[in-house]
């Protein structure tokens, strides 16, 4: 289904030493649920450099959506664009959030990464854990003792040798799963200020973005996109798929990128 329009005028905010981007489109709307395209840099709750200018403030500054509330049945990282999905109501959270939990929410997400695995595609299945060294409440870390079950299927479209575009399936829903078991296995993807280097989440923090940082990201946000939602409608029990097409800044990186790497079955 495609995104509508953008909801009413608006323009990306400066904020410090980057730009926020507002521009969210509604993407499909019932009684029951609200189907978003989240741009990047932009977060879902109120946090840090995000205090202000969210999703969920934002919706509420609407006036279609200033006496709801809001309930997200996921969500995504500040940086991550692409499909989020609302429960306009108790009962169809209550309905969702059963259903992300039994696994029976399929997401599809498309990425940027450096390198070119050898495999065309696989399972990743490793679980994931705090860090407790690295001084960040969110950061985790291949943990084969302690760590929750994580597993991810990966699928090479297509590589230059240097960088390759995958598709990521998560099988579950762990914080920063994608790009933790992405980097563990030594792709991570382009522009992941923690998981290329934690040193440069370090310094940004500090000091925000610069030109050595950027060198090394190769892209200012992080090159992941949450391209595709399917799920049991949770008042007609019908199974439903919202797609949000993959942004310019990612598509613009995409292009350089050619076929040149023999991935193996």
């Not at 991550?80 to 939990?101: C, D, M, N, P, Q």
């Not at 985790?140 to 598709?167: C, F, M, P, Q």
């Not at 007609?236 to 310019?248: A, G, I, L, R, Y």
């Amino acid at each position: 289904m495609a995104d509508s329009p953008v909801l009413y005028p608006r323009e990306r905010v400066r904020h410090k030493d980057f730009y926020i981007d507002v521009n969210f489109r509604v993407i499909y709307e019932d009684e029951d649920i609200l189907v978003l395209h989240k741009p990047a840099p932009l977060a879902v709750h109120p946090v840090g450099s995000y205090s202000e200018l969210n999703i969920h403030s934002l919706l509420k500054k609407d006036p279609r959506w200033a006496n709801m509330k809001i309930r997200f049945a996921h969500r995504l990282d500040a940086e991550t664009s692409g499909v989020l999905l609302i429960a306009k109501h108790y009962e169809a959270a209550r309905f969702l959030g059963k259903e992300f939990i039994a696994g029976r929410v399929k997401k599809k997400y498309h990425a940027v990464v450096f390198g070119c695995p050898e495999a065309l595609s696989g399972v990743i299945d490793l679980p994931l854990g705090h860090d407790g060294s690295s001084g960040f409440q969110t950061v985790r870390i291949v943990d084969r003792e302690n760590g929750e079950t994580a597993k991810t299927h990966y699928r090479i479209l297509h590589s230059n040798g240097e960088y390759s575009v995958v598709e990521l399936q998560p099988r579950t829903g762990r914080t920063h799963q994608l790009r933790a078991h992405m980097s563990f296995i030594g792709y991570p993807i382009v522009g992941d200020k923690i998981y290329i280097d934690l040193k440069i989440f370090s310094r940004y923090v500090v000091h925000g973005l610069d030109e050595e940082m950027l060198a090394q990201l190769k892209m200012k946000r992080l090159a992941l996109h949450a391209s595709e939602l399917s799920f049991t409608h949770p008042r007609t029990h019908e199974w439903v798929t919202f797609n949000s097409d993959m942004p310019e800044d990612i598509r613009l990186f995409i292009a350089t990128i050619g076929e040149q790497c023999e991935a193996k079955r």
